[in-house]
Nanobody, 115 residues
């Protein structure tokens, strides 16, 4: 079983930055792909970024150029750097990981952007 713990969310003004962290209870070196998702009130959860064990990244069009995903295998942590925050980025941000054919989710961290 894998536990994922997100942190780093908060209230920030538009134009500001945040760095979210997702700490895993297992070695993320063994996890092929880890993803960051977000869910705004009344909306479906959507993928914003993902990163493979080889460091390949993928981003939703809406966040390209503002979001950067990275991973530190030594710390078993994946990061999401969010710059130039917009009010529409307000959501609960979740990380996930597929490990041994099971998909695991963290509890989420709230990001609120004020205009």
């Amino acid at each position: 079983q894998v536990q994922l713990v997100e942190s780093g969310g908060g209230l920030v003004q538009a134009g500001g930055s945040l760095r979210l962290s997702c700490a895993a209870s297992v070695s993320i070196f063994s996890i092929n792909t880890m993803g960051w998702y977000r869910q705004a009130p009344g909306k479906q959860r959507e993928l914003v970024a993902s990163i493979t064990s080889l460091g390949s990244t993928n981003y939703a069009n809406s966040v390209k150029g503002r979001f950067t995903v990275s991973r530190d295998n030594a710390k078993n942590t994946v990061y999401l750097q969010i710059d130039s925050l917009k009010p529409e980025d307000t959501a609960v941000y979740y990380c996930n990981a597929q490990y041994r054919a099971t998909l695991y989710w963290g509890q989420g961290t709230q990001v609120t952007v004020s205009s």
